[in-house]
């Protein structure tokens, strides 16, 4: 069965940092460009960062840039996103995904498939 299954999440103070894990089951995560989601209560999912394959290039969504960081372990079929200095706006249920089908842009939700169960994130002022 193919899946994604993510990790980490948990209650935080403003300011904190976290680590999701996005670790895949039943196909190699290495053929696969994955990024991550978010969507907050009464929101769109939208998109926070994506990695290509081979961790060469990376996405951030003006949201975050400069203070998350996404990598991969491929040989641990594992991609994690570190946060830093976050913030309540960061509050969301935070999603991975692999890209199956490239519209052009790398943080559209429409290009992924497979995606996991998600993991909460709360950040509390």
């Known amino acids: 069965q193919v899946q994604l299954v993510e990790s980490g999440g948990a209650v935080v103070q403003y300011g904190d940092s976290l680590r999701l894990s996005c670790a895949a089951s039943?196909?190699?995560?290495?053929?696969?460009?994955i990024g991550w989601f978010r969507q907050a209560p009464g929101k769109e999912r939208e998109g926070v960062s994506s990695?290509?394959?081979?961790?060469?290039?990376?996405y951030y969504a003006d949201s975050v840039k400069g203070r998350f960081t996404i990598s991969r372990d491929n040989a641990k079929n594992t991609v994690y996103l570190d946060m830093n200095d976050l913030k309540p706006e960061d509050t969301a249920v935070y999603y991975c995904?692999?890209?199956?089908?490239?519209?052009?842009?790398?943080?559209?939700?429409?290009?992924?498939?497979?995606w996991g169960q998600g993991t909460q994130v709360t950040v509390s002022s």
């Open positions: 039943g196909f190699t995560l290495a053929s696969y460009t």
């Open positions: 995904a692999a890209l199956t089908v490239f519209t052009g842009d790398y943080l559209n939700s429409g290009s992924y498939d497979f």
């Open positions: 990695i290509t394959r081979s961790g060469t290039d990376t």
